[in-house]
Each structure stands twice: as C-alpha cells, then as structure tokens.
C-alpha cells in the first residue's frame, strides 16, 4: 500500500540546510563584494610590486568613457547593476517574492522610524567620518595607505547626481549584504556571534585594501560597529543612512579637505 501523499517525507525546506546556506553565502557575494575584495587584494598585490604604498593611488568613481553622454549611461548602467545583489540577498532572506516586503521591515529598512534612523545616523557618520580622516591622515604619514580620490568624474551637469547615487548604491549593497544578509546567514549556519561579527568586519575591510592599510582598518572598525547596533536595534536604515552621509559627503567634499 502507497504512503498518503499528505504523510510522504517532504524534502527541506528551500534554504534551510547548510549547504543551501553557504551556497547562498557565495552566490551573493560572488556577484558582488565577495568579488570585489578578491580585486582589492589583487590591486594591493600589484601596488607594493611597484613600490611604497604611498606613492600608489586609488581613484573611485572613475569616468567609464571620454564622451561624456556615454559616461553617464555607463555610470547609471553601472549603478543599477550593482543593486541587483541587494535584491538578491532581499529575495533569499525573504524566500519569496511576496514576502519581500515583509522581510524589509524585519530587518528595518524602511521608514517607519524616520527620526531615531535619521538620528542614529546622523552621530554614526560624524564618529565613523571623524575616525576615516585620522585613520587616513595617519596612514599617508606611515607610508601605508594610497593617495585616493574619491571622484575622478569631470565637471557636468550630471556629476553631482551621479555621485550622489553612487553613494546610495554603496551604502545598500554593503549594508544589506554584508549587515543584513551575511550576518543572518552565518548565524544560521551555526556561527557564534563574536565570530560572525569579527568575521564581517574583517571582509568590509578586505575589499577597502586597494586603498591602503589605513582605509582597511577603518572599515574593519566601522564593520564592527554597525554589526552590532544592527544585532542590538534589528534595524538597517539607520547604517544606510550613515553610510550614505559618509560617501556623499567623501565624494563631494573630501578631495578638497584632504588635498
């Protein structure tokens, strides 16, 4: 006799194993900054090869093509492909499309706290903006950090706005993914949380590594933080925003106050 359909085994969940976990874990960062810190650390490589670290550069926000009506389709084609990821993490953290919704405000980004998220944010990026320009300052005179500039971007009518996105899509793609997503994931792979929060701060410093020692550490300590006011507050929005601050404010003002 045939087991009843209702009673028959069921196979997992989807995502639910170990195994899907991790597969998670490196598809998302395989597509995104898992990527990037493997070029991070190929650009660091290739720097010291050369010579001292100080006399190498690091350039973000570079133009994509000399006319500049193809620059600025790049740049937006670029930025727009970049979020793919956080819709991607969005999606496996939801385990649905219909459940997308419900996932952000779980893991708060959303807008239902406006004025604590703007707020948290606001003191986050003047610590963490304080601490960038002496990590910074400190790491150019020890001869461990590159010259960066934030906006190799030629003066037009666009640049402002550009760059203004690009901030947007940086503070998404690391907060969600590296925030909301892997730290979810590895704590459910069993991880414990020190590890998971060591673990996370140390992969957002290792794709800053092509812009020095100094930058890397930086990020490591920003990685820290924002893990754990995330663990402690369940809320994303106000790193977002903190991060969004940190890089509007880099890519338009800090070539004039760093020199």
Known sequence: MSTPAHLAPRPPAFGSTR????????LVLGVSLGASALYAVLSLAEHLA???LSEAQATMNPPLSRQPLFDLLRQLTGIALDLVPVLLAL???AGSAGALGTVRRRIGLDTRMPLPDLGLGTVLFLLMGLGTLVLYGAGRALGVTAE???SGLAQHWWTVPVLLLSAVRHALLEEVVVVAFLTDRLTRIGWSWPVVLVVTALFRGS????????PFLGNVVMGLVFAELYRRTGRVMPLVLAHFLLDA?????AARLLG
């Open 19 to 26: 195994a899907d976990l991790w597969v998670q874990v490196l």
């Open 50 to 52: 050369r010579g001292p």
């Open 91 to 93: 999606y496996l953290l």
């Open 148 to 150: 960066v500039t934030t």
């Open 207 to 214: 794709y800053h590594l092509y812009q020095g020692i100094g």
């Open 249 to 253: 404010v880099g890519f338009l003002g």
